[in-house]
């Protein structure tokens, strides 16, 4: 592999990484909202079901475009 190809890749693979490192981001901050809060001891626990279920939702979702991000980029190497 001559080093422009090898730097054309690289460039490639870090363009396919950074929609996955923003959603991670995001997900990172709603956990620290919702740990905060919880922690605060201000309202009752019950109150954050939908914001924890909602977490889950979207960590499902990133774990799938995380696999299919994987796979590309794997094919792509």
């Not at 592999?1 to 870090?14: A, S």
């Not at 490192?21 to 001891?41: D, H, K, P, T």
């Not at 309202?43 to 909602?54: D, G, K, S, V």
């Amino acid at each position: 592999m001559t080093v422009k190809k090898g730097v054309t890749n690289l460039k490639m693979l870090v363009a396919d990484l950074e929609p996955i490192v923003y959603r991670a981001e995001q997900l990172s901050s709603f956990c620290l909202v919702i740990n905060n809060a919880l922690e605060s001891g201000s309202t009752n626990e019950e109150q954050y079901i939908p914001a924890i279920e909602l977490l889950g939702e979207l960590m499902a979702e990133f774990y799938q475009t995380f696999s299919d991000h994987f796979e590309q980029i794997h094919g792509n190497l």
